[in-house]
């Protein structure tokens, strides 16, 4: 059944609840890698500026992570499979609709609703899959779903790049949401063997070795919304620096955009691996110290130095995504996770989207290299400022 609890199998990847999730999570971020991976394409048929392409993107963005919340609050009061599966199977409704549509305004409301029933998915989907597994697992079990995620948005510009370069950029929204229709159809056809919720659940304990201050874990919540707010409109735009700065067409940018997408998924199981090895303190502060002079030597590299650090970069990025996950679940009760990881998506893509019309503003009147110069050195200060914090409240603590 689909609520076989995953700590009693022998591996994680082993038990079918996580291929089930891992298969999810890659065909919802396969939907939504989907518009900035093929965003050069969508710019030039419609005419578009980077305020207007900046505008679609804040479509998607600003609903997907005000759904969060809704869907976080949703997740800790009805069964979760039920969320995954309208989450999964609105997003690849929504995407099949954009490949019907061929105006600025259509695509505005579609991308508004694929960004309600995104919200759905991540609350539920991450505390499905940590519910029940045991401390020293968690690390890789939230690793297993962002390498689904991952090869998600990996395939989205290599697969997607190659279908619109062909066939256009509708086809290619038509085409690669079928797995979504087929994840939300596996959830819908084991939901009735389930019970209201995904796992047996074990009574929450909590490591006394690995309990934390508030003032840490308010410290690592806030530098990564703030991190996911820069670094996420950086990545947003990426297709269109490619093309406009490092000279590449679009088909062929939207190639290349995959080896991000393809360092993120080194940086899924080296994060997980990391964090049941050293901790999740430690991880964190890694992924911290790498990102932020990473994404600000993107500004100034062209040629192979450049897409060298674009892996490392995604790399890191990934990395830091399942430290901070696990860091988040490892010090919640079960029946608030849902609501944890809506509120920590919600807060970090509500402040990316909202600032991305304001990027294609700023790329619009003083160029964009000069905009991803800015956005890397205000990545750069988050990683120096936040081990900084934390060594402040550690001689604090040590002192009292």
């Known amino acids: 059944m689909i609520n076989e609890p995953i700590y009693h199998q022998p591996h994680l990847l082993r038990n079918k609840n996580t291929l089930i999730i891992i298969f999810s999570h890659f065909s919802h971020d396969l939907c939504l890698g989907l518009l900035p991976a093929l965003l050069p394409f969508i710019r030039n048929a419609l005419e578009l500026d980077y305020l207007q392409a900046g505008g679609l993107l804040a479509a998607l963005m600003i609903t997907a992570g005000f759904s969060q919340f809704l869907g976080g609050w949703l997740g800790d009061r009805f069964p979760r499979r039920l969320l995954v599966a309208i989450g999964v199977g609105g997003v690849g409704m929504g995407s099949f609709?954009?490949?019907?549509?061929?105006?600025?305004?259509?695509?505005i409301i579609v991308f508004i609703a694929i960004g309600l029933f995104a919200g759905l998915y991540h609350p539920s989907g991450i505390a499905l899959l940590s519910d029940g597994v045991e401390s020293h697992q968690r690390g890789r079990a939230v690793a297993y779903h962002m390498v689904g995620g991952s090869v998600g948005f990996l395939i989205a510009p290599l697969l997607g790049g190659f279908i619109a370069t062909v066939l256009g950029w509708q086809v290619a929204f038509m085409l690669l949401c079928i797995p979504a229709f087929l994840a939300a159809c596996i959830w819908l056809v084991f939901l009735p063997h389930g019970k209201s919720q995904s796992v047996t659940m074990q009574p929450y304990t909590t490591d006394p070795r690995a309990v934390t201050s508030w003032y840490r874990l308010v410290t690592v919540s806030i530098m990564?919304?703030?991190?996911?707010?820069?670094?996420?409109?950086?990545?947003?735009?990426?297709?269109l620096f490619l093309v406009d700065v490092q000279g590449l067409n679009p088909g062929s940018a939207t190639i290349w955009l995959g080896l991000l997408r393809g360092g993120g998924l080194?940086?899924?199981?080296i994060g997980g691996y990391f964090v049941d090895r050293w901790g999740h303190h430690r991880a964190v502060l890694l992924s911290f110290l790498a990102s932020g002079p990473a994404l600000l030597l993107l500004s100034y590299l062209?040629?192979?130095?450049f897409f060298i650090v674009l892996f490392f970069f995604g790399l890191f990025y990934t990395m830091r995504e399942v430290s901070v996950q696990t860091y988040l679940l490892y010090e919640t009760p079960t029946r608030f996770r849902s609501r944890l990881i809506g509120i920590y998506f919600g807060l970090g893509m509500?402040?990316?989207s909202l600032i991305q019309p304001l990027v294609g503003y700023a790329m619009d009147n003083f160029g964009i290299i000069s905009v991803y110069i800015w956005l890397g050195a205000a990545s750069t200060a988050i990683s120096i400022a936040m081990p900084v914090l934390l060594f402040i409240g550690i001689r604090k603590s040590q002192r009292n």
């Open 97 to 107: 609709v954009v490949g019907l549509s061929g105006s600025y305004l259509i695509l």
């Open 224 to 239: 990564s919304i703030l991190m996911e707010v820069v670094t996420g409109a950086a990545v947003a735009f990426f297709a």
């Open 266 to 269: 080194a940086g899924s199981l």
């Open 302 to 305: 062209t040629t192979l130095p």
């Open 350 to 352: 509500e402040g990316s």
